[in-house]
């Protein structure tokens, strides 16, 4: 098993940054594809970003598109997601998931059904005031 800790949430205002980490231990860190994904209070689960193996091809949210980097340092069997430009929107529990990719190319797209993660961490609250 894959076990994912997240961390790095907190409150900030708008317009401020944050940097999330997702530290992996168990299994093979660089056999999983990666990806973030949020959810807030009576909203439905949405894609954020992902990540190949490599961590050379990237896929993003409009929503978040130039704001937002998702990286990962495969010797350290961590993935981050620095956020800037933060908006009260933005505001969510954020949770990073794993991917099984055979290939190092694989990238999940954000239609990407959920189920196909087989790994999940807990989550951060992020909250962004205004």
């Known amino acids: 098993q894959l076990q994912l800790v997240e961390s790095g949430g907190g409150l900030v205002q708008a317009g401020g940054s944050l940097r999330l980490s997702c530290a992996a231990s168990g299994r093979t860190f660089t056999n999983y594809a990666m990806a973030w994904f949020r959810q807030a209070p009576g909203k439905e689960r949405e894609f954020v970003a992902s990540i190949n193996r490599r961590g050379d091809i990237t896929n993003y949210a409009d929503s978040v598109k130039g704001r937002f980097t998702i990286s990962r340092d495969n010797a350290k069997n961590t993935l981050y997601l620095q956020m800037n430009s933060l908006k009260p929107e933005d505001t969510a529990v954020y949770h990073c998931?794993?991917?099984?990719?055979?290939?190092?190319?694989?990238?999940?797209?954000?239609?990407?059904?959920?189920?196909?993660?087989?790994?999940w961490g807990q989550g951060t609250q992020v909250t962004v005031s205004s």
């Open positions: 998931a794993a991917h099984y990719s055979v290939t190092p190319y694989y990238t999940p797209r954000p239609d990407t059904p959920g189920d196909e993660y087989v790994y």
